[in-house]
Nanobody, 121 residues
Framework: QVQLVESGGGMVQAGESLRLSCAASGSFFSIDAMGWYRQAPGKQRELVAKISSSSMTDYADSVKGRFTISRDNAKNTLYLQMNGLKPEDTGVYYC???????????????WGQGTQVTVSS
């Protein structure tokens, strides 16, 4: 029904920046809330940042002041600007979207495939 295509991951040094993108495609009525999650090796997946359909945002304490989540509703695309990256930011980053299908507008949740972010010191 909906596919999330991520891009922008890579390997950088501590202090550098990276911008992740997540484009939603497929057949759906709307995308409502979206978010970025990450999973470090041997750890649970955790919320990094989320954004509502009206662009209200929420961040994990560990990334506040460094990361910025945004969205382009016309393009159905989610972004995560990551500045001042730290080694502890290393992990697989996943895009999540909640929305509604085409008629009869049932709620759905989708996950991207994940993109690796590696920050070296």
């Amino acid at each position: 029904q909906v596919q999330l295509v991520e891009s922008g991951g890579g390997m950088v040094q501590a202090g550098e920046s990276l911008r992740l993108s997540c484009a939603a495609s497929g057949s759906f009525f709307s995308i409502d809330a979206m978010g970025w999650y990450r999973q470090a090796p041997g750890k649970q997946r955790e919320l990094v940042a989320k954004i509502s359909s009206s662009s209200m945002t929420d961040y994990a304490d560990s990334v506040k002041g460094r990361f910025t989540i945004s969205r382009d509703n016309a393009k159905n695309t989610l972004y995560l600007q990551m500045n001042g990256l730290k080694p502890e930011d290393t992990g697989v980053y996943y895009c999540n979207a909640e929305g509604r299908t085409r008629w009869p507008h049932k709620n759905f949740g989708s996950w991207g495939q994940g993109t690796q972010v590696t920050v070296s010191s």
